[in-house]
C-alpha cells in the first residue's frame, strides 16, 4: 500500500499515487438523488441505489469495538466522499446487464455469486456504458468505512474490492489507500452467510480468476466531494487553528453541551524556560534537553481533563472500558480526539484544539503566576498526582488540589495527548512552537507526544518537564486529553 511516509517530498507522492486500485474519477450524482437521499438508477426495470457517504477520516482495522484491546493492528484513513450500493449487486441486476444469471440458484432479488474479479470488471464497464456513470469496486478503506457506518453490510457474500491484497495494511496515516501496485490476489471483505461472526473488518485474499458460490460484488462510485482541507491541515501536516481573537480577554469561560459543563481557563502569554528542571531528587531525561526559551500567546486550557461524560454528551456514547461520567475519558488515540474536538466544534461554533506541548508545559508550570514547583501545583507529588497504583485503573478528577492557574491533575491520573509529533529539543528561541512538521525518519508509525503521567506512573513521570510519547493510532485507559482554545 501507498502510505503516508510524512516526510516532506515524500507526502505529496503518497497522496497523488494510487496502489491497485481501478478507481474511476468523480461524477455528478445529483440526477440520481431521490427523496430518500440515495441515488437511484434503473437498468431494463430493474432499480437499485448507491447511499452517499461523506469525506471524513476514520480508524481502519482493529479498533476496540472490533474485539482487540491491547495491541490493534490498525491505521488512520483520510477518504474523499463516495457513494455505495445499499446491497450487493443482486442477480436481477446482472442479469439485466449480462443477459445471465451466473448464481448457483436462481433467486432476483438475492445477491449475485459465481463470479470472478474479472467478471465484476466485465459487468461494471457494461453497467458503466449503459448509465453513463463509471461505476468500480470501492476500495478495502470505502468499504469498511462505510461498512462501520451501515449496519447489515457485514456477511450475505463475500465482496469484490478494488485492491490487490496485503497482510500489512500499514501503520501510517493514508489518504485515499488503493492498495498495493503488484499483487497475484484481490482483497474480500465482509464475510459470507455462510460464516459466523463476521464484521466490518473481516477480510481475507482470492485469486482474481476463482469463482464461488458465496463471493459477489458491491457498486461504488467517487462522487467528488474532498475532506475538508482544516481536516488535512490538523492531522497531517500539524497545523494548530488558534481563535486568538476570542482569548484578548482572560476571562474563564464555561461552555455547556447537551447538559455537560466545562470551564476552560485563561492562560496569559509570557516568555518560560522549557524543558528540564533540576530539583533535589530528580532525574532530567535526555529527551528534556537542552532546556530553551519559549514564548507563548494568550491561550485557554481545560480546567479538568475531558470526562467521560462530556466525551458521551459529545460522541453519544463513551469507549469500552471507562468507568464513570467523573472519572477522565481513556481508550481514546490521538485521533480519536481529534474526532471529538471536531464535533465539539460543530456543536460549539468554537475552535478547540489539542494543547501543544509548549502550551501544556506552560501551564502546568502555572503560566505568569507559577512558584517553580516540578509537578503541577506543589513541590510534593502526593498534593497534586494520582500516580502509583498498581490496579491501572483512573481516579475521579479534581480530587487532589489544583496548580496556580486552578487546573487539576495535570500530574497524575491520565496521561495527556498534545498536539505536538514528537522530535528533539534545540536551544533555538521559540514562539508559539507546534513540534515537527513530520515523523522522524525511522519511526515506522507516527508518534505523537503526550504528558503529565497518570496512575500507573511513577511520580518521576508526573514532573511538568516529563515527555511522553505513542503511536497515534494507539490507545490506553490511562491515556486522555485536555481541551485547548
Known sequence: MKKIVLWAAALVMAVSCGGGGDV????????????????????????????????????????????????PALHQVLLDGFAIGT???????????????????DVPT????????????????????????????????????AARQREGMAGGAW?????????????LLTVNPQGPEEGAEYALRGGSALEKNNKPITRKPMAPTTKAGDVGLRLAVSTGEAFPQELYEVLVENKVPRERYKITELKPETFTVNGVKFEMLPVEGGTFLMGGTEQKGQVIREDELPQHEVTLDHFKIG???????????????????????DYPVGNVSWYDAQAFIRQLNALTGRKFR??????????????????????????????V???????????????????????????????EWCQDRVGPY??????????????????????????????????????????????????RTTIGFRLAL
Open 87 to 105: 446491497t450487493e449487486v443482486t442477480q436481477a441486476l446482472w442479469k439485466a446487464v449480462m443477459g445471465s444469471n451466473p448464481s448457483p440458484k
Open 303 to 325: 480546567k479538568l481533563e475531558v470526562t467521560q461524560a462530556l466525551w458521551e454528551a459529545v460522541m453519544g456514547e463513551v469507549p469500552y472500558g471507562n468507568q464513570g461520567p
Open 110 to 145: 438475492a445477491p449475485v455469486t459465481m463470479v470472478s474479479y474479472g467478471d465484476a470488471q466485465k459487468f461494471l464497464q457494461k453497467l458503466s456504458k449503459a448509465t453513463g456513470v463509471p461505476f468500480r469496486l470501492p476500495t478495502e478503506a470505502e468499504w469498511e468505512y
Open 354 to 383: 489539542l494543547p501543544t506541548e509548549a502550551e501544556w508545559e506552560y501551564a502546568a508550570r502555572g503560566g505568569k503566576k507559577t512558584r517553580g514547583y516540578n509537578f503541577a501545583g506543589s513541590p510534593f507529588p502526593q498534593v
Open 426 to 475: 534545540t536551544s533555538i528561541e521559540q514562539r508559539d512552537p507546534t513540534g515537527p512538521a513530520s515523523v522522524r525518519e525511522n519511526d515506522q508509525m507516527d508518534p505523537r507526544i503526550m504528558r503529565g503521567g497518570s496512575v500507573a506512573t511513577t511520580q518521576d513521570k508526573c514532573r511538568v518537564s516529563n515527555r511522553g510519547e505513542f503511536d497515534s493510532n494507539r490507545f
Open 24 to 71: 474511476s474519477g468523480p461524477v455528478d450524482l445529483s440526477p440520481w438523488m431521490g427523496a430518500d437521499s440515495v441515488y437511484t438508477f434503473t437498468v431494463k426495470d430493474v432499480t437499485f441505489s448507491l447511499a452517499p457517504v461523506k469525506a471524513g477520516t476514520f480508524a481502519m482495522g482493529e479498533t476496540l469495538d472490533m474485539g482487540r484491546f491491547r495491541t
Open 385 to 415: 498526582a494520582q500516580f502509583g497504583y498498581e490496579d491501572m485503573r483512573t481516579r475521579p478528577v479534581a480530587r487532589y488540589s489544583p496548580n496556580e492557574l486552578g487546573t487539576y491533575d495535570m500530574s497524575g491520573n491520565a496521561w
Open 159 to 171: 465482496e469484490w474490492c478494488a485492491d490487490r491484497w496485503t497482510d500489512d495494511l500499514g501503520d
